[in-house]
């Protein structure tokens, strides 16, 4: 049986007894119910929060206009973009589109002391963590509400993979929350979606859906998945801009490891308050693509060079980059953001091997080592 709970927050925090100043701060709840002792899932500060029921019945705000970073545009931007904007690129930006990298290969074997991430595609991805097969914001579609077919095929075939054990959903634009590829799965496959959106789960008839606010987390069995802050917005009508949440995950073995899915994001603060909280990320995914014309885009997309900087930011040892070469969302020529992430990263002085720019159905294994 779930438990209804009444919903109250602040910017940055979620409580449902306290609130407070400081979007990183624990509650008044965190602080009397998380552990003493410091677990793999929690570093000895700040204390992470404890874990919420799966499949909780919540209320919450109707919109969440207040966790925006930067105003959505306004009427003089949408001139300006029905001025001079462009969504697509122009005819020598789309001719390296057969030089897309599209190597789709079998998922790697794995136990629970390894993690291995496959790009199925855009921020689809095929994560091995804990024991436990987790998507990411499956899109396995050909297509998309409002653009063309995607550029490349999905990386991974829907038959091969294994059960699906999570999936996790960073927000509900169409080409990250894809009903036609939802359908595919058991309705008893566990949901982890932002807070106001599990309605739209529920009214699909999947059992065991479960929103959080950003700082807020629950687990399955070997794998702790948090919910973090955002640059970014959601909207899927007409009439319900920001009325659910965005933002990206952490997911924790019990062993310690940890993979960090970003979403869809623009740059700010937000990648060093995660890194604080979250300390030792093994690997981050990273949106790279749909960043021109910048001036309309910065706030809500990462560049490439600005998501090597939030890697810095977050503390991770590795990036591997997403939602580029898939579906053509923007104007920047299809291969740019590619070759842009590989000078960011060389600049930056980083080493190369920690650079995953896998091919779309690429794979990556790492292997657990306690030194």
Request: include cysteine.
């Amino acid at each position: 049986m779930t438990q209804q709970t009444q919903q109250t927050h602040e910017s940055g925090s979620a409580t449902t007894t306290a609130t407070t100043a400081d979007p990183t701060a624990t509650t008044a709840r965190d602080a009397t119910t998380t552990p003493t002792t410091p677990t793999p899932y929690t570093p000895p500060f700040p204390p992470l929060a404890e874990p919420r029921p799966l499949g909780e019945l919540r209320v919450w705000p109707r919109t969440f206009h207040d966790r925006l970073t930067a105003p959505l545009p306004g009427l003089k931007a949408m001139a300006r973009f029905a001025r001079e904007g462009s969504v697509r690129p122009g005819r020598e930006g789309l001719a390296d589109i057969l030089r897309l990298p599209y190597e789709p290969g079998p998922l790697p074997r794995v136990d629970t002391d390894t993690v291995a991430v496959t790009w199925a595609g855009h921020a689809s991805w095929v994560v091995r963590i804990g024991g436990l097969t987790v998507l990411t914001d499956p899109v396995w579609s050909r297509r998309i509400i409002g653009t063309p077919a995607r550029v490349t095929p999905v990386g991974v075939d829907w038959e091969t993979l294994p059960r699906v054990d999570a999936v996790v959903i960073s927000h509900n634009h169409y080409d990250h929350l894809d009903a036609p590829t939802l359908r595919r799965l058991p309705r008893d496959t566990p949901v982890f979606a932002p807070a106001g959106l599990g309605r739209w789960f529920r009214r699909r008839r999947f059992t065991t859906v479960t929103e959080l606010d950003w700082w807020e987390a629950a687990e399955l069995p070997g794998v702790r998945f948090d919910f973090v802050p955002a640059h970014h917005w959601s909207k899927r009508t007409l009439t319900d801009t920001c009325h659910s949440l965005w933002g990206g995950w952490v997911l924790t073995a019990a062993d310690g490891q940890r993979v960090y899915f970003a979403g869809d994001t623009g740059y700010g603060h937000w990648f060093s308050r995660i890194g604080g909280r979250y300390p030792g990320i093994d690997l981050a995914l990273m949106p790279i693509g749909a960043y021109d014309p910048r001036w309309w885009l910065s706030d809500v997309h990462l560049d490439p060079e600005e998501a090597v900087r939030a890697t810095e930011d977050l503390g991770a040892r590795r990036m591997a980059p997403m939602h580029w070469g898939t579906f053509i969302l923007s104007a920047e020529p299809v291969l740019e953001p590619l070759r842009r992430v590989r000078a960011a990263w060389k600049k930056a002085g980083l080493d190369r091997e920690n650079l995953w720019d896998l091919p779309v159905g690429g794979s990556k294994v790492l292997e657990f080592s306690a030194s």
